[in-house]
């Protein structure tokens, strides 16, 4: 077991100053002046911010180009070529999923990123390769950065024969989640597809995210289907639908309505809050009593040069996206980053009450609005109870260095 910690002087959310005791990677106390078990570890926080771990709910660690020469981006602006484009490059090019998704998770845990649900490319061209290749990177971390794979069918379901047969396979060697993609619009047989992948998810007892970049009434129509789905086999609070950029478009009763049936079924939503497309409306979600996660999406890839491994970054996207300005709304965009990311992925004991997992992050700033707005680097990472970065870079000894 390891040594306790004790993190003396911190501010946990901007609060008034305390120490944290960490035993067996847990919280084991909050609050002033507590002593130090003999042989603890002491570390002095003096007055820093303190966060919970923060938690990337929507990536795609397998894909990412992170630390490799610049990838010059000429694909075409539909879906699918996009789609076609990176399945040509990684598999011209000899992409390593295994030390990109590695290289991708160590940045994010520098950061303070201690819970990561990516999803996986599974297709009939690289098979299970890709979940292979991240699984290597989620057991290397597993003491320290809790990580939720995604057996994802990118170039989508039933287009592709033998697809749902390596969904299957890769459940059965240990995938966490199962997705799936636009049934309308990539898979062209909503009922179909949404009935194959419901019945594997069953098959497994396993929980879905479905990416649905569906607009408009398409979207609904599939947003639709999937919450009868989710109410007929009873999968209510185990289904996520990232992106569901058709809650944006639609007509507010449309809207509400819809709402109120991925409330009744504890669906969770999962946005990126991307400037360029409509988003699902965060302030009525919350109030309807939905979750909503946030997440990169792509970082660095054949898809995109934007995105960075920092949760911060991304909860000021959201604060941007959303018009998010005063103190309390911002505090918003960072719950989606840490509490509402961890409810959305079920990652449980998240927080700084005793009993949870021992996640901290300290850093130099006045108050959560402060933080998420500057940025800072972060001053120190305890994950799972350890300490494992300090001044923004990781300490030698962790798994994927050099």
């Not at 610049?70 to 000899?94: C, H, M, P, Q």
């Not at 490319?121 to 098979?127: E, L, R, S």
């Not at 449980?348 to 500057?374: F, I, M, S, Y």
Request: glycine letters at 12%; charged letters at 20%.
């Amino acid at each position: 077991m390891s040594r306790a910690l004790l993190v003396r002087d911190v501010r946990p959310h901007g609060a008034a100053p305390v120490d944290v005791l960490v035993q067996g990677g847990r919280i084991a106390a909050v609050g002033p002046g507590l002593a130090a078990p003999p042989g603890a570890r002491v570390e002095e926080g003096g007055g820093a911010l303190l966060l919970p771990g923060l938690v990337e709910s929507h990536t795609h660690l397998d894909k990412t180009l992170w630390g490799l020469p610049w990838y010059r981006n000429e694909v075409g602006s539909r879906l699918t070529d996009k789609i076609d484009n990176e399945r040509a490059f990684r598999a011209g090019s000899g992409h390593d999923a295994a030390v990109q998704s590695m290289a991708l998770a160590r940045a994010f845990l520098a950061a303070g990123t201690t819970r990561i649900r990516t999803h996986v490319d599974i297709d009939t061209q690289a098979g299970l390769q890709h979940l292979e290749g991240v699984q290597r990177t989620q057991a290397a971390l597993a003491p320290w950065q809790q990580i939720q794979t995604v057996a994802f069918p990118q170039s989508g379901l039933l287009g592709r024969p033998g697809t749902a047969e390596l969904l299957d396979a890769a459940l059965a060697a240990g995938a966490d989640v199962l997705g799936g993609l636009d049934p309308c619009a990539i898979d062209g047989d909503p009922v179909r597809s949404l009935d194959v992948l419901f019945g594997l998810a069953d098959k497994h007892g396993k929980p879905l995210d479905i990416h649905l970049h569906e607009p408009g009434a398409m979207g609904a129509f599939s947003l639709g289907l999937i919450l009868d789905r989710t109410a007929a086999l009873g999968l209510q609070g185990r289904v996520a639908v990232s992106h569901a950029f058709c809650l944006g478009e639609l007509p507010a009763a449309e809207c509400n309505a819809l709402l109120a049936r991925i409330a009744a079924l504890g669906v969770v939503l999962v946005t990126s809050a991307p400037p360029s497309r409509p988003v699902p409306p965060l302030m009525a979600c919350r109030a309807a009593g939905i979750a909503v996660a946030g997440g990169n999406d792509g970082i660095r890839d054949t898809w995109t040069p934007y995105g960075t491994p920092d949760m911060l970054e991304r909860a000021m996207l959201i604060g941007l996206r959303y018009n998010l300005r005063r103190d309390d709304e911002i505090d918003v965009a960072l719950d989606c980053v840490t509490r509402a990311g961890a409810l959305a992925c079920g990652f449980e004991r998240h927080g700084l009450v005793p009993g949870d997992r021992a996640d901290l992050v300290l850093l130099d700033a006045q108050t959560v609005a402060h933080a998420v707005v500057a940025r800072p680097p972060r001053r120190l990472v305890v994950a799972g109870g350890q300490v494992v970065a300090r001044g923004g870079a990781l300490l030698p000894g962790l798994p994927g260095a050099g």
